[in-house]
């Protein structure tokens, strides 16, 4: 099959989160099973790999809803995959993907809108015809309702579309002028295309329009149909229940594995754990932390948002530190009321808790190789990738039961000495509290048990093929061919 991926972001060109690391692996695992996988996104100022872009072409034409515009098309491969990029200086060049400084900027539904239009023309323009354009999240969410359109190009007419659903959360909201914007007619405003409470939704449109929708865990398949997960389309997901399938994330293992990782100062694998002291104590070093192998060190990397649920670790921090003997790396940004409150708490507890705020690829792997434990007390996690890095690097992940991270994660039983991690129920301050305590009572007290639970967590199989040929199923169907 031919397939186009739609994304607003791929490692390394554009990463905010887990979409960024996603697109490049899935693309690549099913490239491996033969088929012509594609990349397109934006070209935003960040991607500074453009001298080894070929420049495609003169600028080509984006049919938008008032007019036409030209844009620029850029082409690079990342291993077997061609990537393309969009350049278009008004929407793109800008420092942010989505927004600077915690704001996201105002005009996004204009420059994905515009985004989405572009990737529908580039394929007459490279004369390519997909069999399948894979979108992901409301930034490409305008595509399947543009495939829909008599007026696509010719070379689309057979073309289906799938919509993958990596975060409920996020809709992108746009004013009714959205269709005009995009040449989408006057029914699409209506409560059975993109209307939504006298706005226009992009993700309901890609839920309705779409051919198929997956989304990135089993859990969170079931979850997005009850009115608690569903941010409101819940009923538009139950009415497309047939068509969604909950398909797990895998892992690059290239990119996340310890005995290869060029960021580590010491390789190691579950076979020979010695390097992970090392990067333990190199982590102590570079943060900061007291010096110490006895000392559990609990890892967390995030963005800083609601979702994630770290108002709840900051209610506790303050306890866990002054009560256990436990060091905590912790690495993010975003919301500035949870980077104050954690920059406040690693004041009161200098050399027990180093809090990095911004992005930095590096310290990310370092901290999961160094770590002990990660934590993760998300309040819904689509799938999360952390946790199944985390495994991977040897470091138990204690994780609220949401999602993903109730897919990934086996929960310690004492009694049977089993599991890979640590998981909790309810998602209040007690729970949380008690979980990084089980944990630390075991790295202490049970240390052959803790033994046993890293090197299942290490042995665990998070490789993107099972969940390519699950794609792959859901391709066929969508052409008509399963
Ligand atoms: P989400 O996509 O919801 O943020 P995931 O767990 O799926 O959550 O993926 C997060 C990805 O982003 C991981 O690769 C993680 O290491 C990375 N990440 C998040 N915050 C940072 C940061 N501050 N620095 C480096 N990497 C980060
Ligand atoms: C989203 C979700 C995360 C998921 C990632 C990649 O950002 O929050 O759970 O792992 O997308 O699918």
Redesign the pocket.
Known sequence: MKILFATSECSPYAKV???G??IPSLAAALEQMGHDVRIVLPKYTSINYVSKCEVVGDPMIVNMGYGTEFAQLLRTKHGNIPIYFIEFNRYFDRHGIYGELGHGYHDNWERFAFFCRAAIDMCPFINWAPDIIHTNDWPTGIIPALLSLHSKPNILNGTKSIFTI??MAHHGYASKDLLRFMGLYEHYWHPFAMEACGSVNVMKGALQFASKITT?SKTYAEEIKTAEYGCGLDDVLKYRAKDLVGIC?GVDTDVWNPAIDKFLPKNFSAQSLGGKKICKQHLQRELGLANGLNIPIFGVISRFFH?KGLDILCNILPDVLKNMNVQFAVLGSGDQHLEWRLKDIMSRFGGQISVWIGFDEQLSHLIEAGSDFFVMPSRY?????NQMYSMIYGSLPIVHAT??LIDTVDNYNELTGVGTGFIFNDLTDSALYNTIGWACATYHDRPEDFEKLRKSAMKKDFSWSKSAKEYERVYLAAIGKS
């Open positions: 989160g887990g979409l690391d996603v990596h975060n990135v994330n979702q996690e689509p799938c999360g990738l999602g993903g």
